[in-house]
Structure formats: C-alpha cells, structure tokens
C-alpha cells in the first residue's frame, strides 16, 4: 500500500490510498473554493445524557446529484470534483459538511473505488484488504488528535437508508466523546467482569452464539452470526475470533482472511430478497440496503466504566438491513423511536436460516 497525502482548494485534507507502490500523486484541485465554514456544536441532553451534533451547515450539501455530477467520482477533463485525479484506487478526504468539526470532532469520506457504478460487494479482495488498511490507518491518524476519544468507521447503503450520493463510499466520524451505545456495551462487560470474577462478556456472548443455530459464516479468523436480540429484521455480526479492541489490534492471518469473509457477507444480503420471501421474481428489486458499523474500543478515559480497560472490548462490525420483507421496510416508528424498544418482526433464527440459503455455490 502507498500513501499520499495532499490538499484540497480550501484546504481540507486528502488521502490517496495505491494498491501499486509506483503510482504518483501529483494532481492540483482547480476548483474555486473558498474555504470551509462549519457550526458544529455538540450539545448535552441532561436528561438522558447524551450528545447531539448541531450542524446547520449541513442543510446545503450536495443532494442526490446526477451521476455524471458525482463529486466521488474522480476528476477528468473540465469536470472537476473532490478527487483531483483522474483515477484512484481509495480516497479519504474531509467531508465538506461535516456533522463534527474542530474541537467536536472530525468527519471524513472514504470513496472505495473510483468506478461509480459498483458497490462494496463488486470489489476484488484486494481492493476490500486495502479498504480495511485505509480504515486501520484512519483509526490510528484520529486517535492522536487531542479532541478525539472515539473512532467509527461506516457504510450507509441505499436510499432508503437515506445516503445522498450514490458512489459507494463509507464515513468516519471521530467524536470527543464515548458515544451512549459503546458506553452501555462498557458498562455490561463491566457488571459482567465483576459478577463472575474476571470473565469476558463479548468472549461468552461468542463462544455461545457459535454452539448455537445462528452462525452465518466461519472462518479461521472470523465468524459471523446473527444475534440472539437482532433488532433488525437482517442482522449479522463479524467477530476476529481472536479478541482485540479496534483494527489496529488485528493481525496479519486476520487481515489477509477478512476480504473474503466480508465481501461473501454482502453478497448474502443482496441476495436475500430474490422471491423466496413473498415477493415476486425479477421484480427489479433495489440492492438491499443496509448499515455497515465497525464498533471500536474508545481511545478516551475509561474510568467511569469500573474495572474494565480497553482490551476487554472486542472489535466486530455489525451488519443490518432496514429492508424486512420484498417491498416493506421496518420503520422505527412509535416503540422504536419513542422508547428505544425494537419490534422485530424476522425471528433470529430464520435470518440465519435464510444468510445460510443464500450462500455462494
């Protein structure tokens, strides 16, 4: 892998990531950008406290632009757009209407590939390994600035999850502060470190989801399951069976074997809904959508959290789709979003029923 970095017309970082050793990066963004002007905030509710990023900014990014006005897609000829160059194998870059900026935080977008029509699942392993070595890298780079204390990598996929360009791409949110879902994971392992003198919550929820009848996929170096509670109707969560705390921790064995893993997961979900669940064959059903979240330990403070450290989380991604049924999604509606209680209408168990059916011949 070789890295370079350069800058944007108003002065926001770029990073090419090369598969070849020899490629050089010498491209000038030409466009007239003045430079970047962001409101983020982020405010405490005391009730329930957690945090909310306000950014207005925000109202005016780009939205749902036609494809051959995609600023993803590298810049060729007259058509100028984020990545100067006229082709890239992975770019990071700093998202122009960040939700976190400054002392909130920092946003960046990651383009996966240059070709504007494919998707994750389309990548080769190759190009997918240098994906998980932009995320490593990313994680590291953000973990030193002062305001970080927790980096999330992403994916949105779809309209329906509400993703606003179309190129594939994924995100990178650090924010200065443990989010509420990564505090409550915390405070479970920590109770249960402490009920049964020193044992691992993550490792006892893995070693009892893969003797049961969810496991998905296995592999030498990582499994994948959908969960006793999914909340989601298509739920799968990716475990490295050894136990480190973020990508950095991952070792070699692990980072060579996770392209295939991955990619054969994302193939299984764009090929669940294919009639078998009601809807009719050939129907031209979208790609399904879904949410891809790297969960990693935070790099802040633990000490709210009694006992526990940041090797006793465990790096997974959590996989999910919003798409229940061919034609239906699940909304979160009144019990979802009112009282964070999910209703979910796939039972677990057939979920990984139908990831197994699905698996490539």
Known sequence: MKKTSTRLADGRELIYYDLSDDVVREAVDRRPLDATVTSSEVRRDPLLGDRVAVASHRQGRTYHPPADQCPLCPSRGERLSEIPDASYDVVVFEN?????????GRCEVVCFTSDHDASFADLSERQARLVLEAWTDRTSELSHLPSVEQVF????????????????????????????????????????????????LFDAVLERELSGERVVLEGEHWAAFVPYAAHWPYEVHLYPRRRVPDLLGLDEAARAEFPGVYLELLRRFDRIFDGRDGGKEGAGEPPTPYIAAWHQAPFGPLEEFDGVTRDDFALHLELFTIRRATGKLKFLAGSESGMDVFINDVPPERAAERLREVASS
Do not use: W
């Open 96 to 104: 122009r209407f960040p939700s976190l900026a400054g002392d909130s």
């Open 153 to 200: 990598c992403f994916e949105n996929r779809g309209a329906e999850i509400g993703v606003t360009l179309q190129h594939p791409h994924g995100q990178i949110y650090a924010y200065p502060f443990t989010t509420p879902r990564t505090a409550l994971m915390l405070r479970h392992v920590a109770a249960h470190k402490e009920a049964t003198g020193g044992e691992n």
